[in-house]
Nanobody
C-alpha cells in the first residue's frame, strides 16, 4: 500500500505565497509522474502542474509563471511553490503519484486566497 500525505495549505491574502508538500510512503519501487490537481466548489478537478521522474514539467495555463513544481526523488516528495496567489486559486489541492499500475491520491489540502 502507498500513502500520500500533503501539507502546507492554509489561508493567505491575494499576492501572497504558499508552498505545498506531498510525501509518498509505503511499498514504493518507483514513481513515474507526480503532480498537483485542484478542485474548487462546484467545479471539476483540474491539473495544476505535473513533473516526471526526469524533471520534465507541465503547467496549467492559469498558473504558468506563478507556480513552480519540483520533486525530490530520494525522498519521494513533490512540492508546489505558489506565488502571486489569486482568489481564483482557492480550492482543495490534491497530490497524485503515478506508480506502475495505478495512480495514488492524497487526501487534499485546502488553499484559500482572500481578496
Amino acid at each position: 500500500q502507498v500513502q500520500l500525505v500533503e501539507s502546507g495549505g492554509g489561508l493567505v491574502q491575494a499576492g501572497g505565497s504558499l508552498r505545498l508538500s506531498c510525501a509518498a510512503s509505503g511499498r514504493i519501487f518507483s514513481i513515474n509522474a507526480m503532480g498537483w490537481y485542484r478542485q474548487a466548489p462546484g467545479k471539476q478537478r483540474e491539473l495544476v502542474a505535473a513533473i516526471t521522474s526526469g524533471g520534465i514539467t507541465n503547467y496549467a495555463d492559469s498558473v504558468k509563471g506563478r507556480f513552480i513544481i519540483s520533486r525530490d526523488n530520494a525522498k519521494n516528495t513533490v512540492y508546489l511553490q505558489m506565488n502571486s496567489l489569486k482568489p481564483e486559486d482557492t480550492a482543495v489541492y490534491y497530490c497524485a503519484a503515478d506508480l506502475p499500475g495505478r495512480r495514488y491520491w492524497g487526501q487534499g489540502t485546502q488553499v484559500t486566497v482572500s481578496s
